[in-house]
């Protein structure tokens, strides 16, 4: 049971170029997310699917987007990388959304970016 | 706006004696607050949540309070252990999970 998995685990992107983090999980839930965590910071909420064919923004959804594409797989897309996006991305995931549910999530392994 | 701190970016103790990390919130009343543990390369894991109605939860040697008077929460582990060395991460539920910035905890032999 490999719960939530992410690729690629490391990126290097020149500024400008375009580049889409995948995620996936075998856990059957119904909600999933994508955090970006900084120093100092903490974590950081960027984009959120409630359910498959829906997602909402969070608290930083500026210069990506992301696409639910089935049950299991929802993916983050930088069209056009700043260097400001530099940071370690996390997916998430729990079996309903956390807002009207005591949900916890279960986490990937991240995705450390660097834009150059 | 919602603002959550957590105690000191890091704290250094003996091994054997009990860590005390804190959890500070403003200007929002969380039906619940969650801990997580973040080993360094790794996502956060969760270890215990507890509810506004909740004073006191226990999970093995963690032990997590939670003072809505005071908006605050704290979270103790007791005989702690080299093992335990991580950063731990307090979170509330604002529509979804926010995260605070985490305490890094070294327990020394």
């Known amino acids: 049971n490999a719960g939530v998995t992410q690729t690629p685990k490391f990126q290097v992107l020149k500024t400008g170029q375009s580049m889409t983090l995948q995620c996936a999980q075998d856990m059957n839930h119904n909600s999933m997310y994508w955090y970006r965590q900084d120093p100092g910071m903490g974590l950081r909420l960027i984009y959120y699917?409630?359910?498959?064919?829906?997602?909402d923004k969070g608290e930083v959804p500026n210069g990506y987007n992301v696409s639910r594409l089935n049950k299991r797989e929802f993916s983050l897309r930088l069209e056009s990388a700043a260097p400001s996006q530099t940071s370690v991305y996390f997916c998430?995931?729990?079996?309903?959304?956390?807002?009207?549910?005591?949900?916890?999530?279960?986490f990937g392994s991240g995705t450390q970016l660097s834009v150059l | 706006s919602q603002k959550i701190e957590q105690n000191s970016e890091a704290l250094n103790i003996q091994e054997g004696k009990t860590a005390t990390l804190t959890c500070n919130y403003t200007?929002?009343?969380?039906?619940?607050l969650q801990w997580y543990r973040q080993d360094p390369g790794r996502g956060p894991v969760f270890l215990l949540l507890?509810?506004?109605?909740?004073k006191e939860k226990r999970k093995e040697r963690l032990k997590v309070t939670f003072d809505t008077t005071l908006k605050q929460s704290l979270f103790h582990i007791t005989a702690s252990q080299p093992a335990d060395s991580a950063t731990y991460l307090c979170a509330l539920a604002l529509g979804q999970l926010t995260f605070g910035s985490g305490t890094q905890l070294t327990v020394l032999p």
């Open positions: 200007n929002y009343s969380p039906a619940y």
């Open positions: 699917s409630a359910s498959e064919g829906t997602t």
């Open positions: 507890i509810r506004e109605n909740e």
């Open positions: 998430a995931s729990s079996p309903q959304v956390v807002v009207q549910a005591n949900e916890k999530l279960f």
